[in-house]
């Protein structure tokens, strides 16, 4: 049996093989931009497939020419995003009302769940998008079928819903325009309000030890695995290069980032982005923009794979 390749063998052969790309990891943005837009102005009707596959085929040839590995669960991460605002409409910022989980089975299909936060779960309800191989499989919501046409009065609360209560967050501050009739709903439907648990003591010498142990698999420096997060962040996300030139590095919680995630062990590493700062509040944004937020990305300290990746505007309050 031959030896398999190194990743510095597999970087070079693939290299090789694309030389004659350019590397532009912002040209699928500008795909999806030019597919929108014929179909919005009638001249060509393109499928909802054409385009996902159109996006997924650069994303890939982009990644690959930059030489950054991402893992299937990071890779379906942001094909379900794509997939559940085509299907729902669900956008970035509404995703913040949600805990959102990816899980891989022993066959290759990634299940990425996006669950309604504490008590807006039953009116939220629960959407799955189920990837294999780079294909979206299906995409479904606990509340498919129910009637959402009677706003907050409805028991399943879709889009419309959720852009209204971004909307009112962003007027208020507050979820006190929409929580009353979350609490009445549940009511009704035999659903207690219950308390956020807490999270128990922290185990300091546990979590020393643990941090330690992943420090020492480590086969990169502190600077090459933020630089892979980064680079990861900005492919997959399709951030400017004026957005990633703004990202700014979470230094406040640096050694909470050595954690094993799933048995792998990972660099968690946490950006943010605020294009606007308010100058009366630094960690605050003036005028929020498109992409701002926080990223997270874990890398694999052996391998360098992306193993997940994330993105919470936090317009929602869940950032």
Known sequence: ??????????????????????????????????????????KRKVSTA??????ILLLTIAAMASGILFSPRA?????????????YGITYDMQSYFSVDSREQDDGTVTVTYEGIEDMAFVLGRYDVRIRNNTVLDVSWSHDGEDVSKGFASEAWGKDQLQRMLEM????GSMAGFDPF?????????IAEEEPESPGPLDAEAFERETQEVKAQSR?????????????????????????DMLVFDEENEEASYKTIDGKPCYICCMFL??????????GSA???????????DVNVVTGVIEDIDYLTGAGGNG
């Open 1 to 42: 049996m031959s030896n398999p390749i190194s990743r510095q063998e597999f970087r070079e052969a693939i290299n090789s093989s694309l030389s004659g790309l350019q590397k532009d990891p912002w040209m699928a943005g500008r795909v999806r931009h030019e597919l929108r837009e014929r179909n919005s102005t009638g």
């Open 50 to 55: 054409v385009i996902i596959i159109a996006i």
């Open 75 to 87: 890779s379906a991460r942001v094909l379900a995003d794509q997939a559940l605002y085509e299907r």
């Open 169 to 172: 967050n962003r007027e208020t």
């Open 182 to 190: 979350i609490r009445m709903i549940n009511l009704k439907n035999g």
């Open 220 to 244: 990169y420096s502190r600077e090459e695995l933020r630089q892979m997060a980064r680079d990861a962040v900005v492919h997959q996300y399709q951030l400017t290069r004026e957005q990633a």
């Open 274 to 283: 605020v294009q606007h700062p308010d100058p009366d509040n630094p960690d």
């Open 287 to 297: 005028e929020p923009e498109e992409k701002d937020g926080t990223y997270y990305a």
